[in-house]
């Protein structure tokens, strides 16, 4: 009897493990970046990674995106919050950050070498990656622009992963898509976003139970 009523816990255990599914139970697809990615001035499920996850389900594709993005955050920041990104044992990460070390004007080389550690970090974690490049205001300069856009460019082939060169290239004369700060999408614009990388996400994944 003691034994049967010690065995009780770890049977209900188990099968209280069993009846709830959890987010493991498909492959996680991570958004990481910055305020693009989190949604900043959108409505909860407005945000591009949101949208992105209907268009899967809509498509048959049994993955779960988990949005991880983090307004202000800098390639610096992204390579200090990796280890909680791993720790989740993702299928997919979509890389997008850059934006605010460009906006801040923090040397090309230091952008460059973050991304460069997180994409080699991601690799040896075995996770397959979408890196997705992103542009500046013009009032920039031209050489400072250059250099910025051709960092994502330099990776993407150094990596071999998949590449979306310009994450607005869709936007673009299209009204309606950027917010009155000229630099979020609304959700009109984060449903474009989301259209733009699943080209390139579709090669990455597969279908079935």
């Known amino acids: ?33 910055d305020s693009i990615t989190a949604g900043r001035g959108l409505a909860y499920g407005e945000a591009y990674p949101e949208i992105l996850q209907k268009k899967l389900d809509a498509e048959g594709y049994r993955y779960k995106i988990v949005n991880r993005g ?15 990104v791993l720790e989740l044992h993702p299928a997919v990460v979509i890389v997008e950050f850059g934006g605010n070390d460009g906006l801040r004007g923090l040397p090309v080389a230091e952008t460059r070498g973050n991304l460069d550690q997180l994409l080699t970090a991601l690799e040896k974690a075995r996770v397959k990656i979408v890196l997705a490049g992103i542009t500046l205001p013009p009032d920039y300069g031209s050489d400072y622009i250059r250099s910025f856009q051709q960092i994502f460019r330099d990776l993407a082939a150094r990596h071999r992963v998949a590449f979306v060169p310009m994450l607005y290239q869709n936007l673009a004369q299209v009204p309606g898509t950027i917010q009155d700060d000229g630099i979020h999408p609304t959700a009109k614009g984060s449903a474009i976003i989301a259209g733009t990388l699943l080209p390139a996400l579709r090669p990455l994944l597969r279908k079935g139970p």
């Open 1 to 33: 009897m003691v034994l049967a009523a010690l065995a009780l816990p770890i049977f209900w255990a188990a099968s209280l493990s069993a009846a709830q599914p959890t987010v493991r139970d498909r492959p996680l697809i991570i958004c990481y970046g």
């Open 70 to 84: 983090t307004s202000g955050a800098t390639t610096k920041d992204a390579l200090a919050g990796l280890k909680y």
